[in-house]
């Protein structure tokens, strides 16, 4: 699992942005799902969503800031029973204990991408080197040297890439700078069809992107050239400085003459510039580091493939490559995540399990990382408890759709007021709508028809045409409630 790896970002998906040959192997080898997605886009409540089978109002993270409920049974507790062994390397993102692993190296909340330091059962250690480099180094070793290889195993191999603030290792850096990018249609949406949380939320590239934390631009580099528009807040010079002290002297001399290059750009050209060229310069920027961050997790997606296959592994080991959430990549002018529209609310899905899954296989049904652990669990045949609230996959990797019965999923967040200021909602998703109910501090709702308006830009829950479609929408949603046990005053109307 990689952090707010964009589907778009994958060329399974869409090569309109970058080529992941190794990732598009595991759906050329088994199947790509494409209308997976996550039941709360932001890291920590996924991860939890991902370990629990449970909506976040069950397993208690709401949101970043909330305590993961430690009552609650993981399905590596499950698999740790049942005789596997079971290892955790890289990004939890909470708490520093995982539990039902056997072995563990994972980063202390987000981690650094530049000589990373690892939290391990025997402590603290700090590695020279690359996050992405270096958790898949200890992933392999696990798997070469540690394990014991008389046992079944379960390896959860998490990437902090490419969570922001992007840092891509210096040759990735070098590479990507050169290169320049399409545009999304909607790089300058204003939100017109849209209501009042679409129109305040802070995730604009031009307005909120931070220029010494996001774009490289050094802050003694913002400090020479006065006053920049949009302000740079203290935090963002810290940003910038906490991330680039950690590399050494020959590290930097790697990064320096790239970040040169830009931060000379930036104070030649910025003043000059109107704002929608200012836009267009901050996209390219942002994709520049972005996309560097995926080559690298491609890269060494690729160099754990090529180990499963050499030893002979890959015949009897599912892969799955998913991430916690979408991330925009600047559609409707957007970063981040947090919405139940499309780019956030998605989520990518690969899965790879030779002579079960026909390859080259796409599965457009609503599933969710919600359905992770019961999936697991049945392919190890293992017992599910009751209370996961998730469904197996295991009918559609089979190829037995006919046995899949769902057709709407259930989606909810909670960090409001929070960084980014993405208004409290919950939405019901099929295949062909989306109602969206934004509920704290005002009382909007959205409706969008998937299959005629697939970038969301027309908001059609006050269209007469569409009458019919919102009131039985709204009873499923009140179904689905039901079912997942919302309770009442998390779903208020207009709190």
Not at 64 to 74: A, E, G, V
Not at 206 to 218: A, T, V
Not at 302 to 316: A, K, P
Not at 413 to 442: C, N, Q, S, W
Request: with cysteine.
């Amino acid at each position: 699992m990689s952090d707010d790896h964009a589907y778009q970002a994958i060329s399974a998906y869409s090569d309109k942005l970058i080529e992941t040959p190794n990732i598009d192997r595991i759906a050329g080898e088994g199947m790509l799902f494409s209308n997976a997605s996550v039941t709360n886009s932001i890291c920590a409540p996924s991860r939890a969503t991902l370990l629990t089978g449970k909506h976040t109002h069950i397993n208690g993270k709401k949101d970043n800031q909330h305590p993961f409920d430690r009552s609650q049974l993981t399905f590596p507790e499950l698999f740790q029973k049942a005789g596997y062994e079971t290892a955790m390397y890289g990004k939890l993102h909470f708490g520093n204990s995982p539990k039902g692993v056997d072995d563990f190296m994972i980063l202390p909340g987000q981690g650094n991408y530049i000589n990373p330091r690892f939290i391990t059962p025997d402590g603290d250690t700090t590695f020279t080197g690359y996050a992405t480099d270096i958790i898949t180094d200890l992933t392999l070793q696990w798997l070469d040297k540690k394990r014991d290889k008389t046992k079944p195993f379960m390896m959860m191999y998490f990437h902090k890439a490419p969570h922001r603030p992007w840092w891509p290792r210096p040759d990735k850096f070098k590479e990507f700078t050169q290169k320049k990018f399409t545009e999304p249609e909607t790089l300058f949406d204003d939100y017109t069809g849209r209501g009042t949380a679409a129109k305040t939320a802070e995730m604009n590239i031009l307005n909120h992107m931070q220029y010494g934390h996001d774009s490289k631009i050094r802050p003694e580099t913002i400090k020479d050239m006065g006053d920049v528009l949009p302000e740079v807040k203290k935090a963002v010079k810290n940003g910038f400085h906490g991330y680039y002290d950690r590399a050494n002297q020959a590290q930097r001399a790697l990064y320096d003459p790239i970040l040169d290059s830009i931060n000379n750009y930036f104070q030649a050209n910025w003043s000059k510039m109107s704002d929608s060229e200012k836009m267009r310069w901050k996209y390219q920027r942002y994709m520049q580091d972005y996309l560097a961050c995926i080559s690298s997790v491609d890269d060494n997606v690729g160099r754990v493939l090529n180990y499963l296959d050499r030893t002979g592994l890959d015949e009897n080991t599912i892969v799955v490559y998913t991430s916690d959430q979408g991330f925009y990549l600047g559609e409707h002018g957007w970063f981040d995540k947090r919405f139940a529209y499309n780019e956030s609310f998605k989520t990518p899905l690969l899965v790879r399990w030779p002579n079960v899954i026909e390859p080259g296989i796409t599965n457009d049904e609503m599933v969710q990382n919600l359905d992770f652990a019961q999936t697991f669990l049945e392919a190890a045949g293992i017992n599910a408890p009751d209370d996961m609230q998730g469904e197996s996959l295991m009918p559609l990797l089979r190829g037995e759709d006919e046995k899949w019965t769902r057709d709407a999923v259930y989606y909810h967040y909670y960090e409001y007021p929070g960084i980014h200021m993405v208004k409290r909602h919950y939405a019901i998703v099929t295949k062909e709508y989306k109602l969206i109910h934004f509920y704290y501090d005002v009382d909007e709702w959205e409706l969008y028809d998937r299959e005629n308006d697939p970038q969301e830009m027309t908001n059609v829950y006050d269209d007469p045409a569409y009458k019919n479609i919102v009131d039985s929408m709204k009873i499923k949603l009140e179904e689905i409630r039901a079912y997942y046990k919302v309770p009442a005053d998390e779903v208020g109307e207009g709190k």
